[in-house]
C-alpha cells in the first residue's frame, strides 16, 4: 500500500470514528488541526499545497501557529458543523504530504447549579474519605493545574492559587478584550442564544464560573471561610481554556504541553511544576481520541505528571467522547449520594474509576457537590457557593488525590499513582457496569503509595537453586555436566498468576538439558520458564543440566516474577555456585563397578 493510499484510508478511519453528533448541541468549528510529514519550507507557511487545493474547491483557509508536536491550526473563513468539516477532512485526505488531519473541536465544561454541602468529603461509605486521608497528607508542595474557564478571585481561594495563563486565542470566545495573556480570570462564558453560530445555544445561557468551581473542590484552604478543597494545602495553576462557547482543542492542547513543562511558541515558560492536570471538559462531536490530544497527554505523562478527565455527562459511551477516551488519562465516572451510579454519567471501558458527582433532585439542596462559585449571570458579581452536578465535579477529587500522593511520595510516578487509586477503589453500593474498578477511597490510595498497605491479593513467591549433585562431572571428551534444580515456592496467602522463571547461566556453559515442571512451558532459546497459575504453600521443580569445559565453580541464577505478588521481592532473585569438585569421578565409576561383578 503507498503512502497516499495508507494515508486516505487512515483518514476514512478517522472520518468514520467521529460517528454521530453529539445530541444537537454539537458546536461548529472554523478550525483543523493539520500535522504535515515534513517540515513546511517558510514561503509555504502562508499558502501551502493542501490548502491551495481547498481554495480551488471553494474553502478558504490560513495557516496559524504551529503546535509543540509539530502540527499547526488551520483557520477556515467560516464556521461549520460536522458535515461540513467532514467534507474538508475529505479532500484534504488526497494530499499525501499530510500526516494527519483533525477538527479542531470546541469542548465543553460538564456541569449542572444547584445549591449543596460536602457530604462527599466523608460520607459513609459513599464520599471519597478524604478527612481520613489528611491524616497522612493535605496536598502540602503539590500543584494541580486546572484547564477551564479560568478562576475567579473567590476568598476561599486567594491563599491557594497561583498565578496562571489564559491560553483561549480567540477574541470572542475569550470574552476579555484580547487573546492570550497572563491574565487567567475568568470574565463570564454567558452567550446570548444563536451567538455561537448554528442556531446553537437555542437560548440565552449563564456563565457557569466552572473552573472556580472545580478549584474549590480540588484545592479550597481550610479556612473557616467555607468549603474545603480534598487537598486543602495544595496549589491551583489556574489555565484558562474556556470561554464562550466553549474551547479549542488546539488552545487545551497548548496548555497541556505548557503546564507539564514543555515550550509552546509566543508564551514564556512555566516556572511552576505541577503534579496533576485536571481536564473537567468534553467533547460536543463523538468520536476517537485525536492525535493532537494524545501526543500532549503523552507527553505531560512522561514529564511526570498526571493528566485526569471526566468521563462526560450523556449518559453514553466514554469511548466516544475526548479527551476522556485518550490512553494515559484516569477517566472518572460519577456515582451519587448514595454511592449509585449517577443517571448522567458515561460508562465504559476506558473508564478507570468513578467518584462522586452528585445528583440534583427537586427540593434536594444537599445532594450536589458544594464548591466556591459567582452570582455573576453574565459577569462577575457577588461570590457564593453552590452544588454543581456532574463528572466535571468527581474529576478534581481525583486530581486532588493525585496531589495528596505526590505531596508525601515527590516521586512516585504517574504510572504508580494510578495503580494505587484503582487497586484501592471501594466497592459500588450497586452494581455500576463500567465505571472503573470502583469509588475513590483517597485514604487507602495515599496509603498504599506511602508502602503502608499491599494489593488484596498477594502471593509470596520465593526461588531457591538446589544442587542436584551439583558438581562438574567429566564426560571424558574435554567437557563435563553440572545439574541443579530450581524450585519455586508460593508461601500465599493467595494464589500466584501469570509466572515466569527466568534462568541466567554463565557465559561458558550450554544448556543440555531442562525439565519443566508439571504445567510449565519452557524456551531453550531464552531458558525461561512460564506456566498460568501456583497455589499458596505449593512448589514447582525444575531440572536443568548445563554443558561446560570449565571445571571450577560458577555463578548461576534465576529470578520469579509473577502477578499479584507481594512488595518485598528480596526473595525472588537467587544465585548459587555449581560445579568443580567431581572431575574424573565419571571414568572411575564404572571401572569399580564392573570390578565387583
Known sequence: ?????????????????????????????????????????????????????????????????????????????????????????????????????????????????????????????RGVNAERAWQYSTGLGAVVAVLDTGILPHPDLLSNTLPGYDFISDSFTANDGGGRDNNAADPGDGVIAGACGGGQPEEDRKSTWHGTHVAGIAVAPMNGIGVVGVAHQAKVLPLRVLGRCG???????????????????????????????????????????????????????????????????????????????????????????????APYTNTGAVVDVAAAGGRIVAGDIISGIWSTLNAGQFAPGEHNYVAYQGTSMAAPQVAATVALMRSVVPDATPEAMEVAIKDTAADFTSPCVGCGSGRLDAEEAVKRVLGLTVPNAVADLKV????????????????????????????????????????????????????PAVGAICNISTYACSWAEQPAGESRTFTIRVRTSNEDKMDFAAAIDGADTDPNTADNYVTRKFGGGMAGLLLLLPTLLWRRR
Open 464 to 515: 531457591v537453586l538446589q544442587g542436584d549433585n551439583g558438581k562438574f562431572i567429566d564426560a571424558g571428551d574435554g567437557t563435563g555436566t553440572i545439574q541443579y534444580k530450581v524450585i519455586v515456592t508460593n508461601n500465599g496467602p493467595d494464589l500466584a498468576s501469570d509466572l515466569t522463571v527466568s534462568n541466567i547461566f554463565p557465559s561458558q556453559v550450554t544448556l543440555d538439558y531442562l525439565q
Open 247 to 341: 474551547g479549542y482543542t488546539s488552545d487545551i492542547v497548548d496548555a497541556i504541553y505548557w503546564a507539564a513543562g514543555y515550550s509552546v511558541a509566543g508564551v514564556a515558560n512555566n516556572s511552576t511544576a505541577v503534579d496533576a492536570i485536571n481536564l473537567s471538559l468534553s467533547s460536543t462531536a463523538t468520536g476517537a481520541c485525536g492525535q493532537a490530544y494524545s501526543d500532549a497527554i503523552t507527553a505531560a505523562v512522561n514529564a511526570g505528571v498526571t493528566v485526569v478527565t471526566s468521563a462526560g455527562n450523556k449518559a453514553a459511551n466514554a469511548a466516544d467522547y475526548a479527551p476522556g477516551n485518550c490512553a494515559g488519562v484516569i477517566n472518572v465516572a460519577a456515582v451519587d449520594r448514595y454511592g449509585y451510579q
Open 1 to 125: 500500500m503507498g503512502l497516499r493510499s495508507r494515508f486516505m484510508l487512515e483518514v476514512s478511519i478517522l472520518l468514520a470514528s467521529w460517528g454521530a453528533l453529539g445530541a444537537d448541541t454539537q458546536m461548529p468549528t472554523d478550525r483543523l488541526i493539520i500535522k504535515f510529514k515534513d517540515t513546511l519550507p517558510a514561503l509555504e507557511r502562508a499558502n501551502p499545497r493542501a490548502l491551495q487545493r481547498l481554495a480551488q474547491l471553494g474553502v478558504a483557509a490560513r495557516m496559524g501557529r504551529r503546535l509543540p508536536n509539530g502540527a499547526y491550526v488551520v483557520e477556515m473563513s467560516e464556521s461549520r458543523r460536522q458535515n461540513g468539516w467532514l467534507d474538508v477532512m475529505h479532500q484534504l485526505s488526497f494530499e499525501s504530504d499530510i500526516a494527519y488531519v483533525e477538527p479542531d473541536l470546541k469542548m465543553m465544561p460538564d456541569a449542572d447549579p444547584y445549591f449543596g454541602h460536602q457530604w462527599y468529603l466523608n460520607y459513609p461509605n
